[in-house]
């Protein structure tokens, strides 16, 4: 399932627990600046073993699972 | 003095002039270019038809290649990409974020495109979207800047990317070249030392400012409003941090006591209300020259200080 691979990478990255994150939480939530949104797309890349375009628009972890699972779709 | 930087981007000597809004206009590119070195002009936030006349002010002058630095947060960010390309800028240098999004067209007109860099992973991100190289700029440098140094910084993306990097920030002289080879870097870039070439048009004031400067005598604003700015000491400095410090003035008066600053300083010279943007480095930099003397110097002290480094070999 996309939506926990994805919250277990941020969880890491964030030194969270899982269980706080939600299919709403927000980057803003998650105190995200630039700089981590960045090495947080690239883990993701990573686990998923696709490239994730940088784009406006994605705004909560729900935005980012979605992009994820279309990119799978097309692989 | 030779790397890849110079047949990368057509130039003598692998030294960048930084992109400094209200500083580096036609007049400063333009004499770093013909002094060979890459010259360029900082597009900040001002309008296309601006950064049309100064790039045509700097073709008239030489045809050396020089460069655009495009601020991706300006309001005519979308324009100035579109100029740069039909203007057929050799070098396009970003800053203020990812410029992904505009590189695949800047590539395809022939540009080089050369994203200033806080981190590894945007080294890398931008390196996957065609960069020739980055530049990795520690928070030594003057105006906006990133948390990590350039000593930490450099080598780090050196070893994150393949393609060349250039080190800025807190290089004034030939050791800090050196010092940069040694981390890694291909090539450097220099803001603070340029403020004070006789080609440089900003007010007088200015330059004495960083003239007159000591090691202590830069600090950093901006920081509780999420961009941290370096700049000269001075009552301006002074009170904006007193303003980030007091709970009761919202974001939006301390943004807008800022407004404007950077013009007052480098136009006007207001010593009390200005915001003397300049970086760590300036109580090294002690004398006007000409652009074309700075870049013969530093290069002449550049190589004295490589060759004498056999001596630890002993």
Redesign the interface.
Known sequence: MTFEKVAQVIAENRDMDVSEITMDTTFEDLQL???DT??LV?SLEEVFDI?I???EGLKSVGDVVNLIDSLLEKK | MKSVICDLVGIEYPIFQGGMAWVSDASLAGAVSKAGGLGIIAAANAPADYVREQIHLVKSQTDKPFGVNVMLMSPYCEDIAKLVIEEHVPVVVTGAGLPTKYMKDWIEAGIKVIPVVPSCNIAKLVERAGASAVIAEGCESGGHIGESTTMSLVPQVCDAVNIPVIAAGGIADGRGIAAAFMLGAKGVQLGTRFLVAKECTIHQNFKNKVLKAKDTDTMTTGESLGHAVRALKNPFTRQFLANENNENMSIEEKEAFGAGALRRAAVDGDEKNGCFMAGQISGLVKKEQTCEEMIKELFAETEKVLEGAKQWLK
Do not use: C
Request: charged share 30%; proline share 0%.
């Open positions: 600046d630039s700089l960045v090495d690239m490239t375009e940088m784009q």
